[in-house]
């Protein structure tokens, strides 16, 4: 989290949520080898490569959509044919609201973080919802901090046990 100069306003952003661990997958693989990937891994996604530069994801959502529903062979499609692409980025120090409206307006729930041109992380709908209890925790910490007007304190105890 960091503080705004001179205001006191803080500013959540994407690389104080996202995650780090970034797995990926060559295009030229098959559906089945990126699915067992996923799935040894635990994860809902891969980012796609091309001569080691990111170029798409492939989802759980692009596995059932575009193999099951349209019934291709996982063993002989090739990730390249089944996963969204371009890559939808936002840039490493992009503030969190930012993010959220670029999903909403793409209707994705994931979004790769870069900085120039380098992979750094993945941020996801998920991640947004994890990090509810730490504003929770920062709005109680303000709270007990300041001389919290009433309406404000009606508010806290109301929404925030």
């Known amino acids: 989290m960091s503080e705004s100069s001179g205001q006191g306003n803080v ?6 949520i996202m995650t780090r661990e970034i ?27 091309r001569k080691g530069r990111a170029i798409g994801i492939i989802t759980e959502r692009d596995l ?25 980025v936002v840039n490493f120090g992009t503030d969190l609201e930012k993010a959220l409206r670029l999903m909403f307006r793409k209707k994705i729930k994931k979004l790769a973080v870069v900085n120039e041109e380098n992979l750094l992380g993945l941020i996801s709908l998920t991640d947004i919802a994890r990090c509810q209890p ?12 300041q001389d919290t007007p009433k309406s404000m304190k009606q508010i806290l105890n109301h929404y925030i046990v």
């Open 134 to 145: 730490t504003l929770i925790t920062l709005l109680k910490s303000f709270a007990a901090a």
């Open 64 to 88: 059932l959509k575009r193999i099951i529903v349209e019934d291709r062979n996982p063993e002989k499609t090739k990730v390249a044919k089944v996963m969204s692409s371009p890559l939808e």
């Open 11 to 16: 500013t959540l952003n994407v690389e104080d």
């Open 23 to 49: 797995i990926t997958v060559d295009e030229n693989s098959t559906v089945k080898a990126a699915a067992e990937i996923m799935d040894k891994n635990e994860i809902s996604c891969l980012i796609a490569l």
